[in-house]
Antibody, heavy 118, light 110 residues
Framework: QLQLQESGPGLVKPSETLSLTCTVS??????????WGWIRQPPGTGLEWIGA???????YYNPSLKSRLHISLDSSKNQFSLKVYSVTAADTAVYYC??????????WGQGTLVTVSS | QSALTQPASVSGSPGQSITISCTGT?????????VSWYQQHPGKAPKLIIY???KRPSGVSNRFSGSKSGNTASLTISGLQAEDEADYYC??????????FGSGTKVTVL
């Protein structure tokens, strides 16, 4: 069973960049048929899909967020990362990383809360 | 992109069956057989319970079943148990391409 763990700052100032990393253990991130995704959940509300990346570095993003996103993958560290630019309070959420073996997310990290505030 | 539409809450007594609907469009739910369902208990990460409309991952109870008709997918929980009290979210692949989640349904066991 794969394990995923999010890491990064818990507090980000408005207009700055939110940066998170997901470390994968118990298996290789270089699984050709898998995508690696990010999902977030603002406090007290529902899930929002952010975007995903494949081992081959193919990416696809939520159209509503695309202009402010960048997802990358570092196979040497078994990690993938998320950057959200020009954050506002609306980006405050629990951020999850997860594995997509084929149009679903079956392994999830525990989530990390990121608060946008000055 | 707009969230798929789910009822805000559904309730049932132990042993009963309940159904949660998930309504989208022809560009997501209606266009692909890539609908999945997730169960989320408070403070926990979501857990996959149904994928590809009606398939169950290994280890998930057969009390959970999924189906789809047109632009609406459904999750049925039969033999409702106290441990089923949680939030449930549908998810669909879209033509963008991207994924979109449902608005979420709180299930209460009376």
């Amino acid at each position: 069973q794969l394990q995923l763990q999010e890491s990064g700052p818990g507090l980000v100032k408005p207009s700055e960049t939110l940066s998170l990393t997901c470390t994968v253990s118990g298996g290789s991130i270089s699984i050709i048929s898998s995508y690696w995704g990010w999902i977030r959940q603002p406090p007290g509300t529902g899930l929002e899909w952010i975007g995903a990346i494949s081992y081959g570095r193919n990416t696809y993003y939520n159209p509503s967020l695309k202009s402010r996103l960048h997802i990358s993958l570092d196979s040497s560290k078994n990690q993938f990362s998320l950057k959200v630019y020009s954050v506002t309070a609306a980006d405050t959420a629990v951020y999850y990383c997860a594995r997509d073996p084929g149009f679903r997310y079956d392994d999830w990290g525990q989530g990390t809360l990121v608060t946008v505030s000055s | 992109q707009s969230a798929l539409t789910q009822p805000a809450s559904v309730s049932g007594s132990p042993g009963q069956s309940i159904t949660i609907s998930c309504t989208g469009t022809g560009s997501d739910v209606g266009g692909y057989n890539y609908v999945s369902w997730y169960q989320q208990h408070p403070g926990k990460a979501p857990k996959l319970i149904i994928y590809d409309v009606s398939k169950r991952p290994s280890g998930v109870s057969n009390r959970f079943s999924g189906s789809k008709s047109g632009n609406t997918a459904s999750l049925t929980i039969s033999g409702l148990q106290a441990e089923d009290e949680a939030d449930y979210y549908c998810n669909s692949f879209t033509s963008s391409p991207s994924f979109v989640f449902g608005s979420g349904t709180k299930v209460t066991v009376l």
